[in-house]
């Protein structure tokens, strides 16, 4: 029996994410949206969303090559990281990811696609997170334990 050194995830964190997403935003496509979320506040923060997520997510990613772990989602992972965004949370790529759904949802713009982003985070913390944090203990023990007591999971 060969060891896998990656978390054994349920659903891959962009599918998760993706989904509800896409489902959202052919079901504005097909039938319309009950509400408008169209005008300029919406488009305002939908575009100040995806700032966020290319500099946060951004930001992230250089932190994870220069440390030399795993970037892709289901890589090994060398060690703890705890510096940069990993101090505010310990998911920054997928508290970017979500940003980023609720980005396109409020640009496009497509009410449902809102609507579905808290399925699109059940299925992300379900299928990617508890399996990662899982992981994660049983990997470094204590370290990340101790961690996880000082870092909320997303913000």
């Given at each position: 029996?060969t060891?896998?050194?990656?978390p054994?995830?349920?659903i891959?964190?962009?599918v998760?994410?993706?989904?509800p997403?896409?489902?959202?935003l052919?079901?504005?496509?097909?039938?319309?949206?009950?509400?408008?979320?169209?005008?300029?506040?919406a488009?305002?923060?939908?575009w100040?969303?995806?700032v966020?997520?290319?500099?946060?997510?951004?930001?992230t990613?250089w932190?994870?090559a220069?440390e030399?772990?795993?970037?892709?989602?289901?890589?090994?992972?060398?060690?703890?990281l705890?510096?940069?965004?990993?101090?505010?949370?310990?998911?920054?790529?997928?508290?970017?990811?979500?940003?980023l759904?609720?980005?396109?949802?409020?640009?496009v713009?497509?009410f449902?696609?809102?609507?579905f982003?808290?399925?699109?985070?059940?299925?992300?913390?379900?299928?990617?997170?508890?399996p990662?944090?899982?992981?994660?203990?049983d990997?470094?023990?204590?370290?990340y334990?101790?961690?996880?007591?000082?870092?909320?999971?997303w913000?």
């Amino acid at each position: 029996m060969t060891c896998v050194d990656a978390p054994a995830f349920r659903i891959w964190p962009p599918v998760a994410l993706g989904v509800p997403l896409f489902a959202g935003l052919v079901l504005t496509s097909a039938a319309g949206d009950p509400l408008p979320i169209d005008g300029p506040v919406a488009r305002w923060v939908g575009w100040a969303l995806l700032v966020a997520f290319v500099l946060w997510n951004g930001w992230t990613l250089w932190v994870m090559a220069r440390e030399g772990t795993g970037i892709l989602p289901g890589g090994a992972t060398s060690l703890v990281l705890q510096s940069g965004p990993f101090g505010v949370s310990r998911n920054p790529l997928y508290v970017g990811l979500v940003a980023l759904d609720v980005a396109i949802a409020l640009l496009v713009p497509s009410f449902w696609a809102l609507v579905f982003v808290p399925l699109g985070v059940v299925a992300l913390e379900w299928g990617a997170v508890r399996p990662e944090e899982r992981y994660l203990t049983d990997k470094f023990g204590p370290e990340y334990e101790a961690y996880r007591g000082r870092v909320r999971r997303w913000l």
